[in-house]
């Protein structure tokens, strides 16, 4: 067998992740698969180049050698495959913008802005519980961006060489209980006030389940924890059979409250990813203003902002106002959390000239 860039990909994701299953998680592949991939690997190298274990993979020292030379030529071969690709979209007179998310209610309107403003553009989406599957697609050029969230305290795998921009710096995460909840009639809902209800959240979101139980145990409390997707939680949350943490821009519906916790005790960070900051420059506008129209549509989540006095986003529909949590700009990242930054507070979106085959921003 030779050696191809797949492989060396095999082997970067393996080094990142630490573990053979959520190596195989992030490269779409079962973990019988990336286990024999490997094997074969180091046959065809003729030397371990990880160390397997019941706490995860570590690579041995030459595996070590194999990475520090494996990880230029994944991130170089990527940058090849993205210029050849926009150099033959505009040859074409198109261009298919292959983007992923996280659940987000501001994803839709996104995406009628980027259509909207430059019709040669097709953005193709893909959705994705894992935040950390969706940047290293980005990093190996299997998608061009990723709007993705960061739970505090979880830090996100973030690939070397990706340009990262930080929407929100800090997004208060809410409960979602029924209506007829006797916390329900209550602005804010203290956790003292959910002791004895369970909780359903879903663990294959990267960081909510640790998220969650650290905040729970901080607080003293050990309710029950269940396991399930977010559309059954809301379900049963309607019910009176959970609660559940949800984002401040979930659509209110009638069978259910949604309402911020005392204190905020839960809180993530909203990131968009690319390869290059030109690319973060083309498309960032359009979701910072899908962002604060979803924003601006949730009432519980409006209460919040002009309660505390945060300017997040304007105080009404319309109408002048201030926000914060915007990031600066562009932030080239490697390894590790993103420095912290304080929130900015500005006015109104400033007028933004139209960029050459693009329409007027609405």
């Not at 959910?194 to 650290?214: C, F, I, P, Q, Y």
């Not at 919040?304 to 700009?329: H, Q």
């Given at each position: 067998m030779e050696l191809e860039v797949r492989h060396l990909r095999v082997l970067c994701a393996i080094a990142d992740t630490g573990s053979l299953h959520k190596a195989a998680r992030e490269l779409g592949m079962t973990q019988p698969s990336l286990s024999t991939q490997l094997r074969r690997i180091e046959s065809t190298?003729?030397?371990?180049?990880?160390?397997?274990?019941?706490?995860?993979?570590?690579?041995?020292?030459?595996?070590?050698?194999?990475?520090?030379?494996?990880?230029?030529?994944?991130?170089?071969?990527?940058?090849?495959?993205?210029?050849?690709?926009?150099?033959?979209?505009?040859?074409?007179?198109?261009?298919?913008?292959?983007?992923?998310?996280?659940?987000?209610?501001?994803?839709?309107?996104?995406?009628?802005?980027?259509?909207?403003?430059?019709?040669?553009l097709e953005p193709a989406l893909q959705m994705n519980v894992s935040a950390n599957s969706l940047l290293a697609m980005v990093a190996s050029s299997r998608l061009d961006m990723a709007f993705v969230h960061e739970v505090e305290g979880s830090p996100l795998r973030i690939p070397p060489g990706l340009a990262m921009r930080v929407l929100v710096e800090?997004?208060?995460?809410?409960?979602?209980?029924?209506?007829?909840?006797?916390?329900?009639?209550?602005?804010?809902?203290?956790?003292?006030?959910?002791?004895?209800?369970?909780?359903?959240?879903?663990?294959?979101?990267?960081?909510?389940?640790?998220?969650?139980?650290?905040?729970?145990?901080?607080?003293?409390?050990?309710?029950?924890?269940?396991?399930?997707?977010?559309?059954?939680?809301?379900?049963?949350?309607?019910?009176?059979?959970?609660?559940?943490v949800s984002q401040p821009t979930a659509h209110p519906r009638p069978e259910l409250a949604i309402r911020p916790l005392e204190g905020d005790p839960i809180g993530v960070r909203l990131l968009l990813a690319a390869r290059?900051?030109?690319?973060?420059?083309?498309?960032?506008?359009?979701?910072?203003?899908?962002?604060?129209?979803?924003?601006?549509?949730?009432?519980?989540?409006?209460?919040?902002?002009?309660?505390?006095?945060?300017?997040?986003?304007?105080?009404?529909?319309?109408?002048?106002?201030?926000?914060?949590?915007?990031?600066?700009?562009?932030?080239?990242h490697g390894h590790g959390p993103l420095p912290d930054r304080s929130p900015v507070t500005c006015g109104p979106p400033p007028a933004r000239p139209d960029r050459p085959g693009s329409r007027g921003r609405r």
């Open positions: 190298l003729g030397a371990q180049l990880f160390v397997r274990a019941r706490t995860g993979c570590r690579p041995t020292p030459l595996g070590l050698v194999v990475l520090s030379r494996a990880r230029p030529l994944v991130a170089e071969f990527a940058a090849i495959v993205t210029e050849a690709r926009a150099a033959a979209a505009r040859s074409a007179g198109g261009f298919r913008l292959r983007i992923g998310a996280t659940a987000s209610r501001a994803v839709p309107g996104w995406l009628s802005r980027l259509r909207s403003r430059s019709p040669r800090r997004e208060p995460q809410f409960v979602t209980l029924s209506a007829d909840h006797p916390a329900a009639s209550r602005r804010q809902v203290r956790l003292a006030e959910l002791a004895g209800d369970r909780w359903m959240v879903d663990s294959t979101v990267d960081g909510e389940w640790d998220g969650l139980s650290r905040v729970l145990r901080a607080a003293g409390l050990e309710p029950e924890l269940l396991h399930g997707d977010y559309l059954s939680a809301y379900s049963l949350a309607a019910i009176g059979e959970v609660v559940t290059s900051e030109a690319e973060l420059d083309e498309v960032y506008p359009a979701l910072e203003e899908a962002y604060w129209d979803v924003a601006r549509q949730a009432p519980a989540y409006l209460e919040w902002l002009e309660r505390t006095g945060s300017p997040l986003a304007r105080t009404a529909p319309g109408t002048p106002g201030t926000w914060v949590g915007l990031g600066p700009g562009p932030t080239p």
